[in-house]
């Protein structure tokens, strides 16, 4: 499992090092778990497309603190976004998760099934492993219920590219903070 320190750095490359780590959801039915494919940094103050431009929040409290959270939010006020806090207290980042590849459920934790559900985006995971705002500004921590592990998995590669969605952060929109790796080279 990761550890805490691995979130107290800056937020870019805690996103792409998250790449090809293993997601956990523990839920009274089971455990869920998919491989981390997509990601994007948000990172500082100055970052005009992270929530913390605009100043310290009820809402984003939690990205002022120590790395190693979950910050989730509600969007179109249907669907919830996982996000991974991270840096030092009193400087805000946080990684988006946009997406896992090959998902799957055990209700035993021991034998996993693959799902036909799609996690290809932020709104989907959260559906598929039931991530919803009851866990936000809770440690990502087995004791949480949703944790990461290194599995060892290699990359064959990622590409990085601007943010999605963003267009209203002026000179910030063009920062190549998105990571991917397509499933293939996984």
Request: some cysteine; aromatic content about 12%.
């Given at each position: 499992?990761?550890?805490?320190?691995?979130?107290?750095?800056?937020?870019?490359?805690?996103?792409?090092?998250?790449?090809?780590?293993?997601?956990?959801?523990?839920?009274?039915?089971?455990?869920?778990?998919?491989?981390?494919?997509?990601?994007?940094?948000?990172?500082?103050?100055?970052?005009?497309?992270?929530?913390?431009?605009?100043?310290?929040?009820?809402?984003?409290?939690?990205?002022?603190?120590?790395?190693?959270?979950?910050?989730i939010y509600l969007i179109y006020g249907m669907y919830h976004m996982?996000?991974?806090t991270t840096c030092k207290e009193n400087f805000p980042g946080a990684v988006l998760i946009r997406g896992v590849a090959y998902p799957e459920f055990s209700k035993d934790g021991q034998t996993f099934i693959p799902l036909s559900s799609k996690t290809d985006g932020p709104g989907k995971l959260t559906k598929t492993f039931q991530i919803d705002k009851s866990l936000n500004t809770l440690p990502i921590h087995k004791i949480s219920g949703l944790w990461v592990v290194d599995e060892g998995i290699m990359?064959?590669?990622?590409?990085?590219?601007?943010?999605?969605?963003?267009?209203?952060?002026?000179?910030?929109?063009?920062?190549?903070?998105?990571?991917?790796?397509?499933?293939?080279?996984?």
């Open positions: 499992m990761l550890e805490k320190e691995f979130f107290l750095r800056p937020t870019p490359e805690v996103a792409k090092d998250l790449l090809g780590k293993v997601l956990y959801r523990k839920t009274p039915e089971g455990i869920y778990r998919g491989i981390i494919n997509e990601t994007e940094a948000y990172h500082g103050m100055n970052d005009k497309a992270c929530h913390c431009s605009k100043g310290r929040t009820k809402r984003t409290d939690i990205m002022f603190k120590e790395g190693g959270n979950i910050y996982l996000n991974l990359l064959k590669g990622f590409i990085s590219t601007p943010r999605i969605g963003i267009d209203y952060a002026q000179e910030w929109k063009e920062k190549p903070w998105r990571f991917y790796v397509p499933p293939e080279k996984l």
